[in-house]
């Protein structure tokens, strides 16, 4: 068989840029897999999308990521959405399927995959802090999950109102808002609490949701989305009161899988994925160190990356 020289391409485009970990963790299940596709991170103005779409298009790229600011301006951009997408009316992730680009929203479907490692959010009654982007997509996949209730937790009421109506006119959920005006306590009725803010996201670590710690009980499964650090101040808090936990670092892994299935069709290693992340995030824990210890490969995917940066 002939050599091939002619790699792959997917990549992300953002800006900014360079404090992205996914092209890590992907060219890291690419060479475990020994794939012969790249991941190219790139720093992509909005004045320029639209030239990069036409980039990848004209470069025949499989697919490539959103992030901010262009998950909503890319629709323009594209041949089609995905169900999820639709709804949401925003992308994180393009897929070409025969000669069209297709959008599809990964955020909520990685939340979702991670979370029914846990539990099967079907029936529950869901407690969800924020109404930024990440909790609009999970908001809407937990909706077609069928939640049986969304309760919207959010400082903003206009922000907030705006996830709560998108769930109620789009999909069968029930969800309401609640302003969040003080200390929040979690409802006894309440099965999955989720963190969809920012707050606790590193260099921030050790700030804390405005909500009552002892309102949380062992019939509860908190959520966390902040991948970095994993162990959040309401992942330690919630796991003292019994409480089973989920970290952001299954969302961001799971996100990673979902995406490299629409492009290549393998289904790749999340494991190998997850310990990238974790010796990218906790570089001296000794839980991480661990892991790699006994995982060479994992540690030789790191070691790899890192080298070539």
């Known amino acids: 068989m002939a ?10 485009f953002a800006m900014p840029a360079a404090e992205n970990p996914t092209v890590a963790m992907i060219e890291a299940a690419y060479r475990h897999h020994q794939l012969d596709w790249r991941y190219i991170n790139c720093e992509v103005t909005p004045e320029n999308l639209a030239a990069a779409v036409a980039g990848a298009r004209a470069m025949n790229w499989a697919g490539f990521n959103c992030s901010l600011p262009h998950k909503v301006a890319v629709i323009r951009h ?30 909520g479907k990685g939340f979702l995959a991670s979370l029914r490692e846990v539990v099967d959010p079907a029936g529950r009654s869901v407690v969800m802090f924020g109404a930024g982007g990440a909790a609009r997509a999970i908001g809407v996949e937990l909706a077609l999950a069928e939640a049986a209730s969304i309760t919207v937790v959010n400082r903003d009421p206009i922000r907030g109102k705006t996830v709560v109506d998108l769930l ?12 969040w005006s003080m200390t929040y306590p979690v409802p006894a009725a309440a099965e999955i609490v989720v963190n969809a803010t920012s707050v606790g996201l590193f260099p921030d670590v050790d ?40 970290d952001g670092l299954g969302m961001l892994v799971n996100q990673g899988v979902i995406g490299v299935k629409y492009w290549t069709g393998v289904d790749v290693d999340a494991a190998v994925m997850r310990r990238t992340l974790l010796h990218l995030f906790e570089p001296k824990s000794s839980w991480s160190q661990d892991l790699l210890a006994n995982r060479p490969q994992a540690a030789g995917d790191i070691d790899d990356y890192r080298n070539k940066r």
């Open 3 to 12: 050599p091939n020289f002619l790699s792959e391409l997917t990549g992300s």
């Open 78 to 107: 594209l041949d089609g959405l995905g169900e999820s997408a639709s709804i949401m009316g925003a992308v994180n992730c393009v897929a070409r399927r025969g000669t069209s680009y297709i959008g599809e929203n990964t955020d």
């Open 168 to 179: 109620n006119e789009k999909t069968a959920a029930k969800a309401e808002l609640v302003e």
């Open 207 to 246: 700030a804390q949701l405005d909500l009552d710690f002892e309102t949380l009980g062992p019939g509860m499964l908190v959520a966390d989305v902040i991948p970095n650090p994993p162990r959040t101040r309401l992942i330690r808090e919630a796991e003292k009161r019994g409480c089973k936990v989920l």
